[in-house]
């Protein structure tokens, strides 16, 4: 499996096309427009210099990087000849849904489609193609070149050899694969959702301040950052649509996305990316 298609130029999509083509893999990435993809490879670029800043590659290394990066948004013959597509566009299942029954009709019968969904159901999105067979989940964690771990997640018609290839496709790719049945948050997010969710509602019952919260979890838990600014970090919009996944999957009211949750996503307080979020950043 060596021609790899991945589809949007995002945070998640960019750092699959650079964990690809820095195991040597040729990778085209694909979005809407020339100016999305123009950010994506500056950003690779950017991060791959900071490998060249600290001394683990050389200039040469970098170049030949970014050199096994195509961009294109011309879809079809983006897909027409590819081994593998793995979608990394908005968290939102109709999106998803419309993609993958494009990919269907575009991909050659024996491609695998994947998607990078952090919640959102493989079987519900394989059943928009023909081939439920071929299709997984690939769901890299944040930020893709330093996380080691994707859960590759069976859907309900997924096939032991999709399966198979996908596992021997992370391992190259330098990653460890853990195998995950398709169930609402998976194990990842059905586990770190409702802990940040518990920490937004420790933050608006006034139990102890932001910074009180996230030391807490520091130094007690020895988590490598707190849960508040881990939210920060992911993106709140995003935060609170896995909350709903598993809210309406699981039909459990635990799983119910706190108010200030709520509030702040309808503020455009979105974190990191927005400038502001539990805390206050520099765009």
């Known amino acids: 499996m060596n021609k790899i298609v991945v589809i949007g130029g995002g945070t998640m999509g960019n750092g699959i096309a650079h964990t690809a083509a820095a195991t040597g893999f040729d990778v085209t990435l694909v979005d809407v427009s020339d100016e999305l993809l123009t950010r994506a490879v500056s950003t690779i670029t950017s991060n791959l210099q900071r490998g060249v800043d600290k001394g683990k590659m050389t200039a040469e290394e970098r170049d030949a990087v970014v050199g096994r990066i195509r961009t294109s948004v011309d879809l079809p013959a983006a897909v027409a000849d590819a081994d593998i597509v793995i979608e990394a566009i908005i968290e939102q299942l109709e999106a998803k849904t419309r993609l993958f029954e494009t990919l269907d009709n575009l991909a050659k019968a024996d491609c695998i489609l994947a998607s ?25 964690m944040n930020p893709v070149p330093v996380m080691t771990l994707v859960e590759v997640i069976r859907g309900i018609a997924t096939s032991d050899e999709t399966y198979g290839r996908v596992e021997d496709l992370s391992k190259r790719m330098g990653k460890t694969p853990i195998e995950v049945n398709d169930y609402p948050g998976f194990i990842s997010n059905r586990v770190l959702m409702p802990m940040i969710n518990e920490a937004i509602f420790a933050l608006y019952e006034g139990v102890a301040t932001r910074e009180a919260i996230d030391g807490v979890m520091k130094l007690g838990m020895n988590h490598p950052m707190g849960p508040l600014t881990l939210a ?21 009211p635990k799983y119910r996305p706190c108010p200030l949750l709520v509030k702040m996503v309808d503020a455009g307080w979105l974190g990191r990316k927005s400038g502001r979020g539990f805390y206050e950043y520099r765009k």
């Open 116 to 140: 990078n969904t952090s919640s959102i159901s493989i079987t519900k999105i394989a059943a928009a193609t023909k081939r439920p067979e071929n299709v997984i989940g690939m769901h890299f």
């Open 232 to 252: 920060d970090f992911i993106g709140l919009d995003v935060c609170l649509a896995i909350l709903r996944v598993l809210e309406q999957g699981f039909g459990d």
